[in-house]
């Protein structure tokens, strides 16, 4: 039963179709929006700009699912969906990211405690301000998740073996 709502609240919300074959049920993807229109991956429409990220092998191969706590993992994926260094301003978090500033702030002395995550301080003039100058950071990640080796083919092609 919990499985059979689940299928109609999905086809309600436009988010699939479903159609009866005999016993079976054929099920076809529709886009995420809930336009009911044909899902279609972007890399098979070139048309459409889709935010998405992917998560390189070695979240799972070297568990990094199951040695970061929460903040760190919410910054994580924010940080995979950004450009390669990046502002992240923690005021901003509730605004952008739905997170606090505090739980931001966790997470990335978490990411840099384990050597995921750099940061580049810089002053800023700014006039208006008391001191006549503002601090502006800016991260990077590191190591497994740094955008070269994101970027880079992470599996080798195995050989033929006669």
Request: glycine share 6%; aromatic share 10%.
């Amino acid at each position: 039963v919990f499985v059979s709502g689940s299928w109609t609240w999905l086809e309600q919300h436009r988010l699939l179709r479903t159609q009866r074959d005999g016993r079976l049920r054929r099920v076809w993807l529709l886009e995420e929006s809930g336009s009911g229109d044909p899902y279609a991956h972007s890399s098979e429409d070139k048309s459409r700009k889709l935010d998405y990220f992917k998560l390189p092998h070695a979240f799972w191969l070297e568990s990094w699912s199951e040695r970061l706590d929460l903040p760190a993992l919410s910054v994580l994926l924010i940080a995979l969906s950004l450009p390669s260094t990046f502002k992240l301003p923690h005021e901003r978090g509730g605004e952008w990211y739905g997170i606090s500033r505090d739980t931001i702030g966790r997470g990335v002395a978490s990411l840099r405690r384990h050597e995921l995550l750099t940061m580049r301080a810089t002053l800023r003039a700014t006039p208006l301000s008391p001191t006549g100058a503002t601090e502006e950071r800016r991260y990077t990640l590191t190591g497994p998740f740094a955008a070269q080796k994101r970027r880079a083919r992470r599996i080798p092609p195995t050989a033929e073996i006669p």
